[in-house]
Structure formats: C-alpha cells, structure tokens
C-alpha cells in the first residue's frame, strides 16, 4: 500500500486509512502513521527530535537497551531564498557557501556557462548575472562573477528541476541554484529582487543505539540514517530504511539474532555521514568485532527490484544465499565509513525516485520495507552461521 500525501490528513483520517491497511500488520502501518506527520526530520530540528524519541520507545518496548550518541558539526543552511521578478516569486535554494543578502538589480544574461571569457563579452556591473551550470565549477563561475562586478549570481540547472550545489568556500556574493523553468523568467534587462536567506551556525547530531544487554558482542550492525533533507518529509530517504531496523529488530527480539545485533539509526547523513562516522570514530572495539553492517537506504519505493551491493566477500555471503546482488559499487551512505575501517558492508537499495530530496518524498510501501527486512534477515543468519557466538 502506498502513503502519499499523509502530511496533509487530519489524525482522524489517517488512522482510519491505516486501518483499512490491514490489522495484521498494525505495528509498523502505526510506526508510518505517527512519524509521517511529523514533516522534515532534517538534523537539530524538533521533528528529528520527536521521531528519535518514538522510535526509542519502541525499541525499549522489544526489550533493547537504547543510548544516545551526540556529535557537533557546522551547518549551512538555505531559510529560503528565491527571486522576485514580474510579481513572481520563483524558488531556488542557495549554495552552500554562498553570502546571504538582498540584492535588487537589472538581469544581465551570460552567454555560455560563467567563464571568463563568457563574462567579458557582457557588462555584468551592478547587476545580477544569469549564467548555466556545468563546465566548470560552481565556485568559478561566481568568483569570475564577482571579479566582473556583479553583485549577485543565479545558476540556472542543466536538468530539468532545481538542484543543491556547494562553492566549496566562503564568497561574497550571493549564489543562487534555480531550475530551468525558472530561468526562462530571468530576460536579460529585467529587474529582479534576489534573495539569499542563510545561515550558518553549530548543529548536534544525534545517533540512537539499540542492543541487548547481557548478549554476545554484536556480530552485525543493522543501520540507516533517521534524518532527511530540508522541504522533504523524508517518506522513502529515509523512513523506509529506519523502519526497516526497527522491522528488523522487532523480529529478532526474541531470537538468538537480537542478542547479536546492535540496531542504529544514523542522524546527520544528509550533512555528510556524520552521524556513521562518528560512530565509527567512538566505537572502535565494538566496530572491530563487526562480521558485518547492513545499511538500508531508500528502500520504500520499487523504482527498481531491491539491489544489495557490497564487499566482496559479503556478496559472496548473499550470492550463496540466493539473495539479489549488485557487486562491489555501494555508493554512499552511512555504510562507507564502516567498509573504510575494514568492516564487511553491504548497501540495501532500490533506487532514486521521482521525489528524491523533493516535497513530494511522502510515499512509503511498507510492503517493500518488510521484503527488505525478509532479505536483510537471511543474510545476517548466513553471516551469524559462519560467526560461532562467543
């Protein structure tokens, strides 16, 4: 079944959708149902605060002892910033790095893609300049802006929708990313009013920790990162890969599976996988004893049949398994630190949907997140069967 829009349903009618859901699986639709609502789950935000906190509840409800593991990092963030022009407001998002700032001024369209040879056949002083993405980097296209005289710079994308880019360093101009549709607005000679609401500031991350006391040290690590992006309720990246822990960890409660498992939901991923690395950078013993870490990432939308991608000799695992695999390319996420200190990783993956990073990321399968859990399960067994407990 597929949750689209729940952010926009009263309580009384979302509970009466996952009812009609089906009572067999009452948990996990009631997990979707009170998490979905919250919105943004982005890192330091109260709606990541108040997920963690449900999802901690229902890990000590299965018996788990739970800790939290807290990290800082600096953080730029896009308020919202747009361009006015013709009594239109057009949305865009700021480059990380970009100086924030208001800046009225005549539109001067550069040909080409921001070189400096492009900027020498237009007068750009004074005023905002348009150039294209791609060719060369952000960073030069507004430092060779900036060295022209202008006072503001809009990137118009290459694709078809907006995109989020980095300068890679402080500049003094303001720096925004619009989509092409936008950009078609942007006539040279009009005037537009630019504005590039950032801030910049100290963020604490929050990792969350679940595992069995009294157990066998942990053979395998169950993790996928609980926070999302701005403007994106984060339905498929990546609620559907956090419940899938908690699926998982439901269903070995009670096993012998539970007593070797540490289950964590990664906070910071979207920053940078920070909350993984700081994990692995605090936890060196335990990450050490790992035989594996599963990671799951956007796992909730069937935009291709579940891949797993790995190290090799984990797929060798899954492949003897007669689970689906992808070789050896796990793209990032929060597995990457663990496979860089050495661990057995493996990356659960479906592919990048229509919504990725978007507002409309609210459509969660959740029979796809317990096909996942079914897959992720027996490779753990295949890798515990070979791992004699100590």
Do not use: C, W
């Not at 009670?254 to 994990?279: H, I, K, N, Y």
């Amino acid at each position: 079944m597929l949750y689209s829009g729940m952010r926009h349903l009263n309580r009384a009618a979302l509970l009466a959708l996952l009812t009609l859901s089906g009572a067999a699986h009452a948990t996990l639709e009631n997990d979707a149902g009170t998490l979905l609502p919250y919105g943004p789950r982005v890192a330091g935000s109260p709606a990541n605060e108040q997920a963690r906190t449900y999802l901690e509840a229902q890990f000590r409800a299965l018996g788990y002892d739970t800790r939290r593991q807290s990290f800082t990092y600096s953080r730029f963030d896009d308020l919202g910033s747009d361009v006015q022009v013709a009594g239109q407001t057009l949305a865009g998002t700021a480059l990380q790095d970009s100086a924030g700032g208001t800046v009225q001024a005549a539109v001067v369209r550069v040909p080409g893609t921001g070189t400096p040879e492009d900027f020498a056949r237009v007068d750009v002083r004074g005023k905002v300049a348009v150039v294209q993405r791609g060719q060369i980097p952000f960073l030069q296209k507004a430092q060779n802006a900036l060295g022209a005289g202008a006072t503001g710079v809009v990137i118009v994308n290459n694709a078809a929708g907006d995109f989020r880019g980095t300068l890679g360093q402080r500049t003094a101009l303001p720096v925004l990313g619009v989509s092409p549709t936008a950009g078609e607005a942007l006539k040279d000679g009009v005037t537009v009013t630019l504005n590039v609401r950032v801030r910049e500031g100290d963020v604490t991350g929050i990792n969350l920790i679940a595992s069995r006391s009294g157990q066998p040290g942990s053979s395998v690590l169950f993790g996928a990162h609980l926070d999302s992006v701005q403007g994106a309720p984060g339905a498929n990246d990546n609620l559907s890969g956090s419940l899938t822990v908690l699926e998982i960890a439901r269903r070995a409660a009670t096993t012998p599976l539970g007593g070797r498992s540490t289950f964590v939901l990664f906070d910071g991923e979207e920053d940078g996988l920070l909350g993984s690395r700081a994990f692995v950078k605090d936890n060196t013993a335990m990450v050490q004893g790992l035989k594996a870490m599963l990671n799951f990432d956007m796992v909730g939308v069937n935009v291709m049949p579940l891949s797993i991608s790995g190290t090799p000799a984990l797929m060798d695992t899954a492949r003897r398994a007669g689970l689906p695999t992808a070789g050896s390319d796990i793209g990032r996420s929060d597995h990457v630190p663990f496979r860089d200190a050495g661990v057995p990783a493996a990356m659960f993956y479906r592919g990048e949907d229509a919504n990725y990073h978007k507002p409309g990321d609210t459509v969660l399968d959740l029979g796809l997140v317990r096909e996942t859990a079914d897959v992720a399960v027996t490779l753990a067994d295949a890798v515990l069967s070979a791992t004699p407990a100590n």
